[in-house]
């Protein structure tokens, strides 16, 4: 059975996407701007067969939109400067 799942590939980036924002439940702040964070996660996430999107891409994706959030949300003045 493994095998079945091994040899085909993950959903497509919609649904993955999806999968992202049901996980996170409710994020205070601007639905535009948490839909495009989602999106570039999605879209540079490493790419997995079906078995392997199930067992660590889903949470590779959500753990890398947090991240973006959190960082998105973090006051300017304290974000790290790369001088």
Known sequence: MLDYYSSHSQPPHRQRAQDVLDA???VDMD????????????ANAPQ?????????GRTYNLNATR???????????????HD
């Open 48 to 56: 997995y067969s079906l078995s392997g999107y199930q067992m660590f």
């Open 24 to 26: 996170l439940g409710p």
């Open 67 to 81: 991240d973006k959030i959190h960082e998105y949300m973090r006051p300017k003045s304290r974000q790290p400067s």
């Open 31 to 42: 639905k535009k701007k948490l839909l495009e964070i989602v999106d570039k996660v999605v």
